[in-house]
Every structure is written in C-alpha cells, then in structure tokens.
C-alpha cells in the first residue's frame, strides 16, 4: 500500500520552483550537447548519487515496525523506570529485526541470528534493548568481535562467505560451542520475524527506588507460536523470495493480524551473584529457569508500519548504552564493548545528529542537552544557550545518577571474565544437546555436518568437531561420522 503524500501542484526542483519538462534535459540545440544551466538535470544526477548512506557493517538487513508495550505485573520493588511503574501502562516503541551477516540485499530466509532491536519512547527518554533472537552469544569478549565478524562475511581473496574462517573461529573460540549448538538446531532459521522469541541476551542492572540492585535478563516470548524453516526449505524460500522476512512482518501488520510477544524477566538479587555457579555476566551462559524462574511482566504489540523505510528503518539506531533512569549496565564484557561501539556507529553512518531524526528522537520525554550544530543541524534549540551551568534557567544536572555503582577490586589489566564453580566452555552446550529430542539431535549433527564438510583443512573441521564432543561424547562421535560420510 504505497501512498502519494505530496499535496496536488507542480513537480517542483529542490528549491520548490516548478518544472517545466522532466523528460527532456536541455541541450545546445537539437542533438548537442548538454548545458550546465539545466539546474533540474544536475540536481537529479547529484541527488541520486547521494542517495546510500553506510549500511551497518552487522545487521545490515532488517525490518521494523512500532507498537506499544503494555506493563502487566508490579515491578515496582526491582526497578524505579517509570515506564514499568504501573501495571496497565503503555509505552509506544520501534523494534527492528534484522539478520547478521548478509549484506543489505541478502536473503531473510539464513541460518544466522536475528537481531531483535527495541526502542521504547518512555517519559525519562528513550530505553534501547539491542538483542537477538538467541539467548547467549559466540563470544565473550568485545575485543574478539570484529575478528569473529570477519569470520562471518566476505574473505578479503574469494569475496566471498567460507566456512573456513567460520570454522577456524570457532574451533579456535571454544567458548562458541553453545550458541553454534543453538544456531545449527532447529531454531536456526525462524520461518519469520513473527514465529521467534527476542532475548536482551546480557544481564543488565535495574535498581529500584531505595537504591537496591538486581540484575536482570530479559525474554520476549512470541505468541505467534515457534515456527522454523529447514536447511532445504530456506534454500528454496531464499531464492524465491529473499524479503520473506520483511514481507511476512509488513502484511501482518497491514491485514490488523498484530504480532504480539509474552515479556518476561529473570532476577538475580545482587548479592547472589558472586557465588552463583555460573559467571552471571557471562554472555555465552544462560541462567537455567530453575535457578530463576522468569516472571511474566509485559506485553508487545506491533501494529504500525513505518511509512518509509530509508528514514524510519534505515536510519534508526539502536544504542545499548541508552538507559533511563533505575536500568543499567552490568560488568559483562561484552555489554561494556557494545557501550561504545553503537553510538560510534551511528555518527559514522548516519551522522551526529542521529538522536534527532523523528524515528530516534525522544516521544514522550523532550532531548535538552547543549550539543549544537554538526552536519544537518535543524536548529531546534533556537537562541537557547549552549553552556551549563547557566543563570539563563537553561536545563541542569539532577545529581542523581541513572543506576548504581558496581564495585570493583584489583588492579587494572587485560583479565579473562571470572570462572565460577561450574563454568566451562561446554557445559551448557552439552545441557541444550540433551534436552533435544533424538530427531532434533539428529538434524543438529546433519546441519553441522553439513557446513563442516565445506572446509578444506582437516585439522579445521576436526578442532571444531572435537568442542562438541566435550560438550557431550555421544554429539562428538555421531558429528565426526556424519563429516566423514560426506567428506569420503
Ligand atoms: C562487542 C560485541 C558487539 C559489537 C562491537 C557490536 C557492534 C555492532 C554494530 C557496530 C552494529 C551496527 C550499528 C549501526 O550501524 O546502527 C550492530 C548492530 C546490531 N547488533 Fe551488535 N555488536 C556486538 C554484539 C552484539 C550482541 C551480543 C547482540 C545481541 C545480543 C547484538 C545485537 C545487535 C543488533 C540487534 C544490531 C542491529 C541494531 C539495529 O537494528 O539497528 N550485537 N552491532
């Protein structure tokens, strides 16, 4: 449903003076050559090679829509975000979902995580929840994410995706062996947007009104019901229709059919964190459901489309670093590296005025700061002064900050995150293993094999083989005989 806003009247140039012809441009009498005066030609021309801006170098694919979150328990004694203050209220948010790897013409129907990308417009400003579609994460550390993406694009030689790289990663990246796990089972490839769960994946902190900590992680649980594609499936949809994803999410929405999410929260009381048995910052580490019992807290609902996909897709931004007040960060490595990298982004991509495009920009609470000026300034601020502290009754600190502090010992250093009495690199991939019934396990092994049996160097495919076996010795041996069969 496309829709023609422009009011009737003349087609106009960019300075809004009518066009006479735009089928023909000027020229030096019929057949010559063509003149610089022609301000319509070159303004065109000009335009349209301007048109892309950088595409995320991660999550370049993607698909977003608004709707609201609805709060329905008291979660009151845990965090004091007023956006959660009350059960019954509701909050408008943009969410963008995305895949990983491809680029920005790739096919939506990939076993690859989807990124499950939240904003919600709330009264103390904009919250942002960057996760994905999966629970925990290949790595645990922010300095081994560039190297771990360029393991998943294009090789500087071929050009092209090699399951080399991805598999000497990996195999190298023991502390990977979950998420592969999870990424080649039968959740690898959502049949839609619609038909998965969002997960804030890290621990993140929320604090309540007195000032008291617990740590946080969150679940979206989709009431559409789990649906998956396999491999065969995707290859075939993939090819027939790469925005599978995106067109199944726009139609949804056009036809009244509003996908909805189960939100659901998992609370660690802070003081139980140094001793839980496993490191509660650790990104590749979930916290099994009996240790805490996630708690049903809200509802979201998308039921709106964007209008235009360049200004309110493209150019959202996401940033893990904007909290309000009563949530915060945790000391997960990872978190702490995308605290950074996010906003760094976003003024490489789209620019330092970034925040306030109508899709970023605060809704329910107004952006005071005394930032000025940059590429694409719009003037909002007026004559207002750019200074604080300022006797003109311009906005102030509140001397309160957003979350609490985090204490620290030791010295400064480049540590490894701390073990704790039963981390290790696969225990939990072997827990997921033998939760799988034999059928799923047995599809696992298949999906594996099959991408292994693409590398070329022996000792690549064995190393990866050998993580899965320490996360259980029956997934090893079935794994090495299916990559044996197809390797010959
Ligand atoms: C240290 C690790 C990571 C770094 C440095 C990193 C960096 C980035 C960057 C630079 C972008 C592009 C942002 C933009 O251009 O707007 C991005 C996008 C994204 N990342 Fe990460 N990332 C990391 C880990 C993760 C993890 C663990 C998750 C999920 C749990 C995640 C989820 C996402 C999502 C959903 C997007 C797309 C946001 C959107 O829709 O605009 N990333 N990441």
Known sequence: ?????????????????????????????????????????????????????????????????????????????????????????????????????????????????????????????????????????????????????????????????????????????????????????????????????????????????????????????????????????????????????????????????YPTWTVQVQLMPAADAAAYRFNPFDLTKVWPHEDYPPIEIGKLELNRNPRNVFAETEQSVFSPHHFVPGIGPSPDKMLQGRLFAYGDAHRYRVGINADALPVNEPKAARARTHGRDGVMYDGRHGGAKNYEPNSFGGPAQTDRPLWEPTAVTGATGEHPAPSHAEDDDFVQAGDLYRLMSQDEQQRLVDNLAGNIAGVSHDEIAQRAIENFRKADEDFGKRLEAAVQALRG
């Open 1 to 257: 449903m496309s829709v023609q806003d422009e009011t009737a009247g003349p087609l106009t140039t960019e300075a809004g003076a009518p066009v006479a012809d735009n089928q023909n441009s000027q020229t030096a009498g019929a057949g010559g050559p063509a003149l610089i005066q022609d301000q319509l030609l070159l303004e065109k021309l000009a335009h349209f090679n301007r048109e892309r801006i950088p595409e995320r170098v991660v999550h370049a694919r993607g698909a977003g829509a608004y709707g609201r979150f609805t709060v329905t328990a008291d979660v009151t004694r845990y965090t004091r975000a007023k956006f959660l203050s009350e059960i019954g209220k509701e909050t408008e948010v943009f969410l963008r979902f995305s895949t990983v790897a491809g680029n920005l013409g790739a096919a939506d129907a990939v076993r690859d995580p989807r990124g499950f990308a939240l904003k919600f417009y709330t009264e103390e400003g904009n919250y942002d929840l960057v996760g994905n579609n999966t629970p925990v994460f290949f790595i645990k550390d922010a300095v081994k994410f560039p190297d771990f993406i360029h393991t998943q694009k294009r090789d500087p030689y071929t050009g092209s995706q090699e399951p080399d790289n991805v598999w000497d990663f990996w195999g190298l990246s023991p502390e990977s062996t979950h998420q592969v796990t999870w990424l080649f089972g039968d959740r690898g490839i959502p049949a839609s947007y619609r038909h998965m769960n969002g997960y804030g994946s890290h621990t993140f902190q929320w604090a309540n009104d007195a000032g008291e900590v617990f740590w946080v992680k969150y679940h979206f649980k989709t009431d559409q019901g789990i649906k998956n594609l396999t491999q065969a499936e995707a290859d075939e949809l993939a090819g027939k229709d790469p925005d599978s994803h995106q067109r199944d999410l726009r139609e949804a929405i056009e036809r009244g059919d």
